[in-house]
């Protein structure tokens, strides 16, 4: 059973727009919700995260945006760059960051 | 920001032999880690909950013989696939939770290491 779903699986756009991907889940237990940015042939890294307290979040070029009722949240690249082509994946955990449930990833690239 | 050093980056063995991979905070202390298995183009699948000092947790359908995991140190843990086949090929990355001061409670993950299995 799959507790995140991810969308799009892959996602083209130009430099300078936005970029948008969502994420759904089904456990209403969840309560810390971070996206990850990874590279090839590198480790997840922390992007930003949020917690169900607040319905958007944003740093930088990044908002997350959460909607509790709907049970989604999405993150949104501003002003998207080519440095930012990688895979992105959300992912869920309850009581805190350590157990988290992943998304199945989305590819970004962005084209000059 | 916090640190995790994973080592090797890079492995390629025969069939039949073991590999270890470790797993280090560098600046900060950890009591869990994290091992999770990554095919190409796919999510990470967590293996096991590693804690200090105690046996590992396996997820559902990892075999626990096959996949050693020791944590030794609040700094250290370890990953050995023993008797590695072509099937283990794979990415593995850790991740560690620290505990007290900058890293606390937060989740920081390894760069991962590619096993290539002959």
């Known amino acids: 059973q799959q507790q995140v779903k991810q969308s799009p699986q892959s996602l083209i756009v130009q430099k300078g727009g936005i970029s948008i991907i969502n994420c759904a889940y089904e456990?209403?237990?969840?309560?810390?919700f971070p996206w990850y940015q990874q590279f090839p042939g590198k480790g997840p890294a922390l992007l930003i995260a949020?917690?169900?307290?607040?319905s958007e979040k944003k740093e930088g070029r990044f908002t997350i945006s959460f909607n509790k009722s709907a049970k989604q949240f999405s993150l949104h690249i501003m002003d998207s760059q080519p440095g930012d082509s990688a895979t992105y994946f959300c992912a869920a955990a309850v009581g805190g960051y350590s157990t988290l449930t992943f998304g199945k990833g989305t590819m970004l690239l962005v084209s000059p | 920001g916090a640190v995790v050093s994973q080592h090797p980056s890079r492995v390629i063995c025969k069939s039949g032999t073991s590999v270890k991979i470790e797993c280090r905070s560098l600046d900060f202390q950890a009591t869990t880690m994290f091992w999770y298995r990554q095919f190409p183009k796919k999510s990470l699948m967590l293996m096991a909950t590693?804690?200090?000092?105690?046996?590992?947790?396996?997820e559902q359908g990892v075999e626990k013989d096959k996949f050693l995991i020791n944590h030794a140190s609040l700094t250290l843990s370890t990953l050995t696939v023993t008797s590695a086949h072509p099937e283990d090929s794979s990415f593995y990355i850790c991740s560690a939770l620290g505990v007290r001061g900058r890293a606390n409670e937060k989740l920081f993950f390894g760069s991962g290491t590619q096993l290539s299995v002959l």
């Open positions: 590693s804690n200090e000092g105690s046996k590992a947790t396996y």
């Open positions: 949020i917690r169900p307290d607040v």
């Open positions: 456990n209403t237990a969840f309560d810390y």
